[in-house]
């Protein structure tokens, strides 16, 4: 039997649902999943393996409609480039909110030349007279993209999703070694955690200002349960805001620090010893130095 292999980009507006779908299909949490929108910064790889096939699946930033900083430009650049190397495109819309595309997109997908695949999530919380005149709209928009109805959140269709892409993917060796299960090193997504736990606690422009680096990752070999040290840094823009993060007292981040901690032991299946330090670095998010050394720019 033939090894299957290919790269499965999904993309779509802001808060559609793609990071709980790609979780869905992998049976992992690796992106993380508020109800704000832009939880998304980074193109994260997730990598499914089974005996005859390999899916390197690649989940996006939502496409901002209108940038505001060099931070969200270089989003939108990490979401564009789902285009570039996908086998199978998947383009995910929320069934709820008013259909639209943002500027440039059909022109952007008209070109690409893999099984498009238009998932109308949300199937749950619509009616079948709704699903079908979204279903005609979409069509008339995205002629070339195969419809298919799902709830990644309830797993509703997502089997069958799995089952049609594993049947577009071309024969190849695999990618990775099978393994591997994403390109991110740890310190990665325990940065992705803290900044979770930001977006949960915290209000208005905080969590859009705060960018989290972990910086030191040691293990304590003093102690039998070999404690991990986790020291990481919270950058914000302004010194108000260093302040909210902190709270009375240093109430509010140590509400945070006790919220991330439970998560990361969970993710690395040891005791942590969790630091937070809040440091403010103004217009972080348009200076091209921190933007390279955050990981948006090459």
């Not at 993209?145 to 577009?168: M, T």
């Not at 915290?202 to 910086?215: A, L």
């Not at 302040?243 to 620090?257: E, T």
């Not at 670095?281 to 130095?289: G, I, L, N, S, T």
Request: include cysteine; glycine fraction near 4%.
């Amino acid at each position: 039997m033939p090894h299957l292999s290919g790269f499965v980009n999904i993309m779509g507006e802001p808060n559609v649902g793609k990071s709980t779908l790609l979780n869905a299909l992998i049976g992992e949490k690796l992106s993380i999943i508020t109800n704000k929108p832009q939880t998304t910064r980074h193109r994260i790889i997730a990598i499914l393996n089974e005996d005859d096939y390999q899916i390197v699946f690649s989940d996006t930033p939502g496409i901002i409609d209108t940038p505001h900083y060099k931070m969200q430009q270089a989003m939108n650049q990490f979401a564009y480039s789902a285009l570039e190397d996908a086998d199978v495109l998947m383009y995910l819309v929320d069934v709820n909110d008013e259909p639209i595309l943002p500027p440039g997109v059909v022109e952007r997908v008209q070109n690409i030349k893999c099984p498009k695949l238009l998932i109308m999530n949300k199937m749950d919380l619509s009616s079948q007279k709704e699903m079908n005149a979204l279903s005609k709209w979409w069509a008339s928009e995205l002629p070339d993209f195969e419809q298919v109805a799902i709830s990644a959140l309830e797993n509703i269709g997502v089997d069958q999703l799995l089952a049609k892409i594993v049947s577009y993917l071309p024969e190849g060796d695999p990618y990775y070694p099978k393994d591997q299960f994403t390109d991110r090193s740890e310190r990665f997504f325990i940065s992705e955690i803290i900044r979770e736990k930001i977006l949960k606690l915290y209000f208005q422009e905080i969590p859009y200002s705060c960018e989290v680096i972990v910086n030191s990752f040691k293990e304590d070999e003093t102690r039998d349960d070999k404690l991990i040290r986790i020291g990481a840094d919270i950058i914000v823009n302004r010194k108000t805001q260093k302040s909210i993060i902190i709270g009375k007292g240093g109430s509010s981040i140590k509400r945070l620090g006790t919220d991330a901690r439970k998560d990361i032991e969970v993710f690395l299946d040891r005791k942590i010893y969790l630091e937070l330090y809040v440091k403010v670095k103004e217009k972080w998010r348009d200076d091209d130095r921190s933007l390279k050394s955050y990981g948006y720019l090459q």
